[in-house]
């Protein structure tokens, strides 16, 4: 389904609950995709474009489009983060990190002075480093290893990293999920 907007569903009536079910309740999909506890007697889950929302005190069940959701609506045709919606080799989410808009050709970073390498970063990403995005480098094209936070400067509009100068050669990329 394609929810523009946000949506609510009462589950279970409210006054009839006691209050949070207690330490053992989950909520699961009939996939088994686990929900997150966020505290407060709520459980959330973000899957494809939409965040789903179930309040144990309430027994309220609300879905509403995700930023990355919105960002896809508008510039991917609804496209998983995954895909390439404008198939020039950066993934939607790459994209979506970056604040681009998807419709058009997006060139990767280049080295700049000082062997500084800067990547826009959109002001809807909300991400955390080392959690939802991060920086990798190789020797080989084959084995990546992350690049610790301390390596890394952020700014509000991008973030930057001094690749280190002299042997061996290093390759740098940006992997980017949708947080």
Known sequence: FNLTTPTSWVLENADSLPGAYGASFQVVTPLGVAWEDAGSDTWILE??????????????LSVVVSGYGQW???NATGQAASLDHDNDGMTNA????MGQSG??????????????ITWPKGTGYTGTYSEDYWIETSENLVDWSPVAAAAVTFN???????LPSGSPVKFTRLKVIVP
């Open 94 to 97: 790459l994209e979506y990190f």
């Open 47 to 60: 899957q494809g474009n939409y965040k789903w929302t179930f309040v144990e005190t309430t027994g309220t």
């Open 72 to 74: 896809a609506l508008a």
């Open 156 to 162: 509000s509009n991008d973030i930057q990293y001094t």
């Open 103 to 116: 419709n058009s050709f997006t060139s990767n970073p280049v080295l700049g002075a000082a062997n500084v």
